[in-house]
DNA sequence: GCATTAACACGTA
DNA sequence: TACGTGTTAATGC
């Protein structure tokens, strides 16, 4: 079982619980290591946990009739996810893909009931999440017709860096152009570019394999 | 016109 | 050396 040390300081969400709360939690935790390129979870999987990334990044989303994948979010660390098919007790409803090594933490499936039940604390942990997940996703389908490629790329960048849903991040993330163009829907070259000019308009820095933020709520508002 | 793929040179870890 | 970045040419929607 892991230490209350390394739970404080790994899980964002444990010293929002009190004591016992917090011992209930961490003896429901485990850990696994994802290699790059693997599905951590595929659309129709029993859901057996709440999950939360600890390093990495995955992408979730899913593969449509003709084969084409489509991002609906991107999993940096600290972002936890998964509540919803665990609320409705119904099978995952997405895929999970790993895009680099990543290792994720596990709260078992009788750990988050009971916290359900028994904590207020962990169910306005949950309400502020899912409040905030409502707000992205109208956001998306009230732009997703007008955007070009270089706000897709700096909406997702935007929803990468979401303090309420990876408060952990800070404003770097190691994350190559690739990646980026693997979230937002577009190529490589397309991702470079946009990249270039978010550098130019100041919103974000360009470092090898990474990017840090610098102007958060401008890049949210991107729209070319 | 703009995006994609494939390929290349170059720089960095 | 292996990987990431920046760019171009050919091609497609």
């Given at each position: 079982m892991i230490g209350q040390e390394q739970f404080l300081a790994t899980i964002?969400?444990?010293?929002?619980?009190p004591p016992d709360e917090q011992e209930r939690a961490r003896r429901g935790l485990s850990f696994r290591n994802l290699d790059a390129g693997s599905y951590l979870i595929h659309r129709g999987d029993r859901v057996e946990s709440w999950i939360g990334v600890v390093s990495g990044l995955m992408r979730l989303g899913s593969v449509t009739t003709s084969g084409k994948a489509v991002t609906y979010a991107g999993l940096p660390p600290s972002n936890w996810f998964g509540e919803g098919s665990l609320l409705k007790d119904e099978p995952r409803q997405y895929d999970v893909l790993v895009l680099r090594r990543t290792q994720v933490a596990l709260l078992n499936r009788a750990s988050f009931h009971w916290l359900c039940d028994n904590s207020v604390a962990f169910n306005k942990l949950l309400l502020r999440l899912l409040n905030e997940r409502i707000g992205q996703f109208i956001a998306s389908v009230e732009h997703d017709r007008t955007l070009h490629s270089t706000a897709k790329v700096a909406r997702s960048l935007a929803w990468l860096f979401n303090p309420v849903l990876?408060?952990?991040?800070?404003?770097h993330l190691d994350i190559n152009q690739e990646e980026i163009g693997l979230l937002a829907g577009v190529s490589r070259p397309v991702a470079n570019r946009a990249l270039q000019e978010l550098e130019q308009a100041g919103l974000i820095q360009n470092e090898h394999g990474g990017v840090r933020v610098r102007d958060l709520d401008r890049l949210r508002r991107y729209d070319g």
């Amino acid at each position: 079982m892991i230490g209350q040390e390394q739970f404080l300081a790994t899980i964002f969400w444990a010293r929002e619980l009190p004591p016992d709360e917090q011992e209930r939690a961490r003896r429901g935790l485990s850990f696994r290591n994802l290699d790059a390129g693997s599905y951590l979870i595929h659309r129709g999987d029993r859901v057996e946990s709440w999950i939360g990334v600890v390093s990495g990044l995955m992408r979730l989303g899913s593969v449509t009739t003709s084969g084409k994948a489509v991002t609906y979010a991107g999993l940096p660390p600290s972002n936890w996810f998964g509540e919803g098919s665990l609320l409705k007790d119904e099978p995952r409803q997405y895929d999970v893909l790993v895009l680099r090594r990543t290792q994720v933490a596990l709260l078992n499936r009788a750990s988050f009931h009971w916290l359900c039940d028994n904590s207020v604390a962990f169910n306005k942990l949950l309400l502020r999440l899912l409040n905030e997940r409502i707000g992205q996703f109208i956001a998306s389908v009230e732009h997703d017709r007008t955007l070009h490629s270089t706000a897709k790329v700096a909406r997702s960048l935007a929803w990468l860096f979401n303090p309420v849903l990876s408060p952990f991040l800070g404003n770097h993330l190691d994350i190559n152009q690739e990646e980026i163009g693997l979230l937002a829907g577009v190529s490589r070259p397309v991702a470079n570019r946009a990249l270039q000019e978010l550098e130019q308009a100041g919103l974000i820095q360009n470092e090898h394999g990474g990017v840090r933020v610098r102007d958060l709520d401008r890049l949210r508002r991107y729209d070319g």
